[in-house]
């Protein structure tokens, strides 16, 4: 049974105001440039996005954020968004900080339905407080909670008809903890092709977590800091 959706337009049609989204990506690198963009131009409002970080302005997240849509962010750090950090400072929008670590272990926890765990990062910190701790063999550890969402766009170097996905060195990243973790992913390919096509040892997200994918384009791959030596 194919799973494969005209494209990102109509995928974001799917997305009511409100929902909570999941953004795979670290800085520039893989992020589901198609998705965002047609969620921008849809106008969709009120989201909450889990994202390690919100990217640049103007692209990405920033377009998001630049419109206003976003109610509330999940993320690792600010980075280098200058509306996000005006944002953050003048309290127009709720932000959630997460160490890095356990941001990727609650969203995998979220996907393989632990409901939360124990890590001993943060205890002592603002991250901690108002969180259960516990002591395990002479240590203090912070209770985290697995974090889901409504949905999750991923974006993928190759994928199939019925959903298997392959990522391409570092733009691996999130995707595939965030493509178990909500209850309708979304993928963009920059290749789709027929089943049989990726061999199954290659295969990263199994196509049984993927709901809708469609062939992406125009992906500008952009460098969040280029960074450059001279002589």
Known sequence: MT??????????????????????????????ENLVAALHRRGTRNLTI???????DGFGIG???KNH???KMISTYVGENKEFERQFL?????????????FSERIRAGGA?????????????LIAEGKETREFNGRTYVLEMGLTADFSF??????DHVGNLLYRKTARNFHPMMATAARCTIAEVEHLVTPGEIEPDHVHTPG?????????????RRIEKRTVSHG
């Not at 889990?50 to 640049?56: F, L, Q, T, Y």
């Not at 991923?154 to 994928?159: E, I, R, S, T």
């Not at 049984?208 to 500008?220: C, S, T």
């Open 3 to 32: 799973k494969v959706i005209e494209s990102a337009d109509a995928a974001v049609a799917l997305i009511p105001d409100g929902a909570t989204i999941m953004m795979g990506g670290f800085g520039l690198a893989g992020i589901p």
């Open 50 to 56: 889990v994202s390690n970080n919100a990217g640049v």
């Open 63 to 65: 377009l998001l954020l």
């Open 69 to 71: 849509q976003v109610r």
């Open 90 to 102: 003048q309290k127009e929008i709720d932000v959630e900080l997460v160490p890095q670590g356990t």
């Open 113 to 125: 339905g632990i409901a939360a765990f124990y890590t001993p990062t943060g205890v002592g910190t």
């Open 154 to 159: 991923v974006k993928a170097w190759k994928g």
């Open 208 to 220: 049984i977590f993927v709901k809708h994918i469609f062939q992406g384009r125009d992906y500008e």
